[in-house]
């Protein structure tokens, strides 16, 4: 399968010949670096290269803390991690579903009624934005599947 910083650069020109057509799908080919399929890998993925050059240690160390128990439980390469569309769902929920709780408990503890900051955020993952960000991830994902399959097959 190809290298990390393959995938990277697979992502990254996706986002640049996608950018002129929709800026957000364009962002979230470009997330395709740090919501890789290989989150999976429990020593870690390239995407942490990547944080620690750009924001440092710490900000790597604390994503990586968030993802390890997706690591640990998602077997590498596996149809949740690797399939597209149910790849990118898997994983846009795991970091979601903590943001939804969040919101939920802080507008209950807030007003009493947890839903209307549950449903604001709700609506904003049905959005157009939020959907073209989805898709954009999705092709990303769906790129580094294929030429997953395609290197392997190679060798």
């Given at each position: 399968m190809p290298s990390g910083k393959t995938h990277t650069k697979m992502s990254a020109w996706l986002a640049v010949g996608l950018a002129p057509v929709s800026p957000t799908a364009a962002?979230?080919?470009?997330?395709?670096?740090?919501?890789?399929?290989?989150?999976?890998?429990?020593?870690?993925?390239?995407?942490?290269?990547?944080?620690?050059?750009?924001?440092?240690?710490?900000?790597?160390?604390?994503?990586w803390a968030f993802w390890l128990p997706y690591a640990k439980i998602m077997p590498h390469r596996s149809i949740a991690s690797h399939f597209p569309l149910l790849s990118t769902a898997v994983r846009l929920v795991y970091v979601l579903l903590p943001?939804?709780?969040?919101?939920?408990?802080?507008?209950?503890?807030?007003?009493?009624?947890?839903?209307?900051?549950?449903?604001?955020?709700?609506?904003?993952?049905?959005?157009?934005?939020?959907?073209?960000?989805?898709?954009?991830?999705?092709?990303?994902?769906?790129?580094?599947?294929?030429?997953?399959?395609?290197?392997s097959a190679v060798r």
């Open positions: 962002l979230g080919c470009l997330s395709g670096v740090l919501l890789s399929p290989d989150l999976d890998v429990d020593a870690g993925y390239y995407g942490l290269h990547v944080l620690r050059t750009i924001w440092g240690d710490f900000v790597a160390d604390v994503w943001m939804l709780l969040i919101t939920y408990a802080v507008g209950y503890m807030t007003t009493g009624a947890g839903a209307p900051l549950a449903e604001q955020l709700f609506r904003f993952l049905t959005s157009p934005p939020f959907l073209k960000f989805a898709a954009g991830l999705a092709l990303s994902d769906t790129v580094h599947a294929v030429a997953d399959v395609v290197v």
